[in-house]
């Protein structure tokens, strides 16, 4: 073992030993501890625990990597990850934390008083959840495999073994804290390189605001080398693609079960607006991060890495070459490295640019540890989403509702280990690179659930046949689109991340034709939606609105 | 407990819904306005970029941030007007979590 791997793995396990202290302080003791911590986290620390969540391997590891590989046209998913926000917030959020339920499939079952809708709607948080964890679980490959120096296959499969004893341990209180942790620590990776980076590149520590130079500089490269500049609009892909997955990935993020449950552990819907905005503040730290993070690295390896002669290339390149994400050819013959003769995987792209660089084995380590804490906390909240759907939903809802609270928490662990296994299969051999993966999720389910959430707490006609309608068309067109796409059929030019625009739509046509070919719902189910519009103070009853001053009747 | 005037009740939720509507439409054109026509944009330059690339990367995300937090001040005021106590309205929301 070389220094540097010594560093990187006693950074990890002391993050990790970190996060497994935090579980067992905080170890869930009842169901609603499990699912909702009980309801009581302030907006401030949800938002820092929604970054930790929503920050996956695919915005740590993939994002800059997918900016630096598309130009322009990887800035869809800067835009869609946090855009979402606004639709989830002004939209869904405030509403369903007033509706008071525990999970996405429960609101659906009891807003439509129809437990057929309840069950599609849990298989399809399932379905949802455990193509995002694929994501995850590759993504944990990558780095645990860089670090031992063996086949990301290798590294998968410690990485599921990791997730699953992680996850069993504690539930969402436990959850909450640890992706508080486990956010402070992946930001702080992620900053501190470029703001090397950029002290190296341009010699102002202030990444956000030199980049745009070197931006400059690289079109300027391109334009020499007779390639497209990387920030000319739409040279990877067509116009209708960035904006079909734009709107993809938008209404995917409002729409994520694993995403919409963090809103129902605050105490109300003014707690419920303010963790949305703070957890987009604490997002966008990364996100802004992104495209500046891309930026260097292209400019380090177009400047330091082109133009070398091919045998003398410095010796990171060799372990990404054996875990076979990085391909360089010297298809001219001449003996020396160019730019066009370097293949690099987005996936790469941010775990091997602090070594490009020379950033120094702490860093190096940081940044392991980091996107460990990155896959890890998403992968947390997604197997306790993953097991409230099954043991809440299906298992304590619609098998056995005498099921005791012991029972039921059995059943969600045993799931959650399940699915891990079962994913980590998948994942050893992953079907694409990890913000691709991740796309698909994110167009489930937005296809499946957005539709009929919004029209849920905005529209009183909409009734279950309409919920079940929208959620088998959207569900369904958005799986048979993605298989298509991936088979070659496209329609517009848009592929298979963008899917979400033809399901989206026509989850909300069906819903909208359905309802109104049916009976309206029951009237005190009408009643309900129409409390949403109130805060918490104010009730709606039989016609008329009230308001708690205090005083009784 | 005390009978809100339909009026009333009608006002705040014109009010917020009105606030959601005008913040949802600034979103939707620094994002899918500035992207339909980035060609147009990419003659101007910001801060060192051409413009449509920096809204994409900074610009429209900085909006989305901001909009967030004005809408949660302001429906903080609009409660206020309307004489709504977060203090009861987090009691309220706590004794129906138990009857769960």
Known sequence: ?553 | MKKVDKEVAEAYFRARTRMIVIFLIIGFLVSFGVVAFAEFFSQFTFLGVEFHYYMGSQGAVVIFIICLFLNAIFSDKIDRKFGIDDKVSVTISNSKNIEQ
């Open chain 1, 1 to 553: 073992m070389d220094a540097q791997t010594i560093m990187s793995l006693g950074l990890i396990i002391a993050t990790f030993a970190l996060y497994i202290g935090i579980s067992i302080f905080n170890r869930a003791r009842a169901t609603s501890d499990f699912y909702v911590a009980a309801r009581g986290v302030p907006p401030v620390w949800n938002g820092m625990a929604i970054g930790g969540d929503w920050m996956s391997a695919a915005s740590y590891i993939g994002m800059a990597g997918t900016v630096m590989a598309l130009g322009y046209d990887g800035l869809a998913y800067i835009m869609g990850w946090t855009g979402g926000y606004l639709l989830l917030t002004f939209l869904l959020a405030p509403q369903l934390r007033k509706y008071g339920r525990y999970t996405v499939p429960e609101f659906i079952g009891d807003r439509y008083m129809n437990n057929t809708a309840r069950l599609i709607a849990a298989i399809a948080t399932l379905i949802i959840s455990f193509t995002y964890i694929i994501g995850q679980l590759s993504g944990s490959g990558v780095v645990i495999g860089r670090i031992l120096s063996i086949p990301a296959m290798y590294g998968t499969m410690i990485g599921v073994v990791v997730i699953a004893i992680y996850a069993t341990l504690g539930g969402m209180k436990s959850v909450t804290w640890t992706q508080v942790a486990q956010y402070m620590i992946l930001i702080v990776a992620y900053i501190i390189p470029i703001v090397f980076m950029s002290l190296q590149v341009t010699g102002n520590p202030l990444p956000w605001l030199t980049y745009g130079n070197v931006i400059d500089e690289i079109g300027a490269i391109d334009r020499e080398l007779g390639l497209s500049e990387y920030f000319a609009p739409f040279a990877e892909s067509e116009k209708s693609q960035f904006l079909a997955l734009m709107f993809t990935l938008m209404v995917g993020a409002a729409s994520l079960p694993h995403v919409i449950v963090r809103f129902f552990t605050v105490a109300t819907m003014k707690a419920a607006r303010w963790s949305g905005a703070w957890a987009l503040l604490f997002i966008g730290l990364l996100y802004l991060s992104a495209p500046a993070y891309a930026a260097f690295s292209r400019f380090i390896l177009m400047t330091r890495i082109a133009g070398q002669p091919i045998d003398q290339l410095p010796a990171w390149s060799e372990n990404w070459i054996n875990i076979g994400l990085l391909k360089i050819a010297d298809q001219d013959g001449d003996g020396m490295l160019d730019w066009t003769e370097i293949e690099v995987s987005p996936d790469m792209v941010v775990m091997a640019t602090p070594e490009i660089a020379n950033l120094g084995i702490f860093v190096i380590g940081l940044m392991a540890a980091g996107a460990m804490a990155a896959a890890l906390s998403t992968a947390g909240g997604l197997l306790v989403t993953i097991s409230s759907s099954f043991a809440h939903d299906i298992y304590y809802r619609l098998i056995n509702p005498q099921a005791s609270d012991q029972k039921r928490l059995k059943a969600g662990r045993i799931v959650m280990i399940l699915a891990t296994v079962v994913a980590g299969v998948v994942a050893l051999d992953p079907p694409g690179v990890i913000t691709q993966i991740v796309a698909w999720a994110f167009a489930l389910a937005g296809g499946t659930f957005f539709p009929v959430l919004v029209l849920g707490v905005w529209w009183r006609r909409m009734n279950a046949a309409g919920a079940i309608a929208g959620m088998l068309v959207g569900l369904g067109t958005t799986l048979t689109y993605i298989f298509l796409a991936l088979s070659g059929v496209t329609l517009f030019g848009i592929i298979d991340t963008g899917a979400g625009i033809f399901g989206v739509p026509l989850n909300f046509l069906a819903c909208i034709i359905a309802s109104k070919m049916t009976e309206p719902p029951a009237q005190h189910l009408q009643d309900d939606v129409t409390d949403l519009r109130y805060p918490e103070q104010m009730t709606y009853k039989d016609g008329e609105v009230w308001i708690n001053d205090g005083t009784r009747n």
